[in-house]
Each structure stands twice: as C-alpha cells, then as structure tokens.
C-alpha cells in the first residue's frame, strides 16, 4: 500500500530556479493539501484542492502555485525559489467521508 | 497566521507520568484532530472529535472536544519512551484543515 508518496525527498535549489514537487495518492481521495513545516510554527496550510480541476489558496500561498489535473495527483510549483522557502514540505489527502488525512514522508528543500 | 494556540511548546517528563497539552482557537472547528509526528516522517492520525463536549480514548490517549468548538486537549496517560514526538492538535473547517505549532514530547527513562 503505497498511500501518499511525494518525490523527491530531497532537494537543493539556487535562489531563482524553479521547482515542481509531486504528491501522488492512490486512496482515490478527493482532498489533497499541500503544508509547509517550519521550527516552533508547525504545519502551515498553502494550498489545498477538493477535487481534480480544484485548487485553492491556504494560509501562506505567496511564491507557490499548484495544479489538479489528475486526481490522484497534485503538484506543487516555486517559481523564483527563495532562502525563506527552505523548509519541509508534506502532502497529505483526505476521503471526502472521512475525516483522517494520510501524509507523505515530506520533501526536505533547501534554498541557497 | 497561526489560527490554532498549542502548548506548551515542549514538555520533558519522567517515564510514567501522565501528559498534558491544549489547543485554543479564536475560530470555531467542525472537527478537532490530534497527530503525532516521529521524526523524519508525517504526522499520523491518533485521535478525531466530532461533536462539541466529546471525550474520546485511545488506549493511554483521551482527548476532549471543547464545549464552545474553540478549544480541545489531549491527555497521555502513564507515558513510556516511544510516546516521544511531536504532538500536533488540527481543527477542521469546512475543506481546510489547520495546524497548531506543535507539543513537543521527550520521555527520560
């Protein structure tokens, strides 16, 4: 059972390059997030989708744009990276019955 | 900002002794959720509320659903080593879901 899976774990951008995280699910899940976690401020929401075509704006979306064309699928995207987006990123999913939400292990990003 | 007040912050206890910490919240929730996080990996769902005034139990874990929908608290009970972690309350609102900063938990045997 692979649940939410996000690639890659790992990565190191120069300021200004662009990147594209991916969140896959395979729960048939209709919610997907997409949060960022900082030291000492916990999960913090950026975007969020509640279905395939969907996306909406969290709590910090600034710098950051995501897309849903496929359901199981939602991706996010930096388009000029900065030092203050350096953190770890996690996906997470949600049914639309159900309350839990499953996470990703995280994607560790860097920005020097 | 930060929607969801947690604390304390961090709590250092003796193997054994029971836990306990809170989350306030000036926005009413449909749904208080309590994660646990290890380290290098995602938070994980330990207990849900759905009602306003719920006390549910897990094992060593109860937790309560505040009466005014703005508040809940999570207690462990008779804690061991592996109860170390990051503790995070959520609230639940409509389709987005909302994080507190986080308890964190170590256990001296």
């Known amino acids: 059972n692979a649940g939410v899976t996000q690639t890659p774990k790992f990565r190191v951008l120069k300021t200004g390059q662009s990147m594209t995280l991916l969140c896959a699910q395979d729960?048939?899940?209709?919610?997907m997030y997409w949060y960022r976690q900082d030291p000492g401020m916990g999960l913090r929401l950026i975007h969020y989708?509640?279905?395939?075509?969907?996306?909406a704006k969290g709590e910090v979306p600034d710098g950051y744009n995501v897309s849903r064309l496929k359901k199981q699928n939602f991706l996010l995207g930096l388009e000029s990276a900065a030092p203050s987006q350096t953190s770890v990123y996690f996906c997470a999913s949600r049914g639309t019955g159900g309350t839990e939400a499953f996470f990703g292990q995280g994607t560790r990003l860097t920005v020097v | 900002g930060q929607q969801l007040n947690q604390s304390p912050q961090s709590m250092f206890i003796q193997e054994g002794e029971d836990v306990s910490m809170n989350c306030t919240s000036s926005s009413i929730f449909n749904t208080w959720l309590w994660y646990k996080q290890d380290p290098g990996e995602g938070p994980v769902l330990l207990i849900a509320?759905?009602?306003?005034?719920e006390l549910t139990s897990n094992g060593r874990l109860t937790a309560q659903f505040g009466i005014t929908r703005k508040d809940s608290f999570l207690n462990i009970s008779a804690s061991i080593p592996s109860d170390v972690g990051i503790y995070f309350c959520?609230?639940?609102?409509?389709?987005?879901?909302?994080f507190g900063a986080g308890t964190r938990l170590t256990v001296k045997p």
């Open positions: 509320l759905y009602k306003a005034g």
């Open positions: 729960m048939n899940h209709e919610y």
């Open positions: 959520a609230g639940q609102r409509n389709n987005d879901m909302r």
């Open positions: 989708s509640v279905g395939e075509g969907t996306t």
